[in-house]
């Protein structure tokens, strides 16, 4: 099945910018999306189709996807970005939806 | 107000069964498919099975397949989820999602509900 792997964490200090990566053999054929979840919360989509945003998501998330990688990227951080990201994918090699291994973000 | 509530969460032992319930409200039900995602506590999302908007086409995560049946009603804008022969690694927040197309494939989770926990233990 298809593996899509995330640093662990990624630290960033407030007004930075945080790059998270998703990494996946030929990812940049598929449509990446990604998800912010807050402690005790539900997951919230943050980018969808590589680089789009839902309404309501600020100008500061956006994503990009090439080769073997996926990044999202969080402009000017802020301590209420503070979360948990996830990757997700759709595997056409089993028909089945794959999500990224997390990485928690800290804001220093 | 688009929202997703799950319920029927709750302790079951190994081998036996629950059946969860997601209730759908603000937007058109049966225009999009729905998708089961499940979390371990303290651990990483994994999907577990999804649904097209007429039923007509369901899938399942293979470790779930055989155990779980996923279903709805649109009339009621319901999701459910009966899952049988409970294992201790089935415990999970289960969350219920709404999809971004009407049918399974290629696509995203554009709406989550708060989930409901499933404890599997004797």
């Known amino acids: 099945s298809y593996v899509l792997s995330q640093p662990p964490s990624v630290s960033v200090a407030p007004g930075q910018t945080a790059r998270i990566t998703c990494g996946g053999d030929?990812?940049?054929?598929?449509?990446v999306h990604w998800y912010q979840q807050k402690p005790g919360q539900a997951p919230v989509l943050v980018v969808y189709?590589?680089?789009d945003r839902p309404s309501g998501i600020p100008e500061r998330f956006s994503g990009s996807n090439s080769g073997n990688t996926a990044t999202l990227t969080i402009s000017r951080v802020e301590a209420g970005d503070e979360a948990d990201y996830y990757c997700q994918v759709w595997d056409t090699s089993d028909d089945h939806y794959v999500f990224g291994t997390g990485t928690k973000v800290s804001v220093l | 107000e688009i929202q997703l509530v799950e319920s029927g969460g709750g302790l079951a032992q190994p081998g036996r069964s629950l059946r969860l319930s997601c209730a759908a409200s603000g937007f058109t039900f049966d225009d999009y498919a729905m998708h089961w995602v499940r979390q371990p506590p303290g651990k990483g999302l994994e999907w577990v099975s999804g649904?097209?908007?007429?039923?007509?086409?369901?899938d399942y995560a293979d470790f779930v397949k055989g155990r779980f049946t996923i279903s709805r009603d649109n009339a009621k804008k319901s999701l459910y989820l009966q899952m049988n022969s409970l294992r201790p690694e089935d415990m999970a927040f289960y969350y219920c999602?709404?999809?971004?197309?009407?049918?399974?494939?290629?696509?995203?989770?554009?709406?989550w509900g708060r989930g409901t926990l499933v404890t599997v233990s004797s």
């Open positions: 189709a590589d680089s």
């Open positions: 649904i097209s908007w007429n039923s007509g086409s369901i």
């Open positions: 999602a709404k999809f971004s197309a009407a049918g399974l494939g290629s696509g995203y989770f554009d709406l």
């Open positions: 030929n990812i940049g054929s598929n449509s």
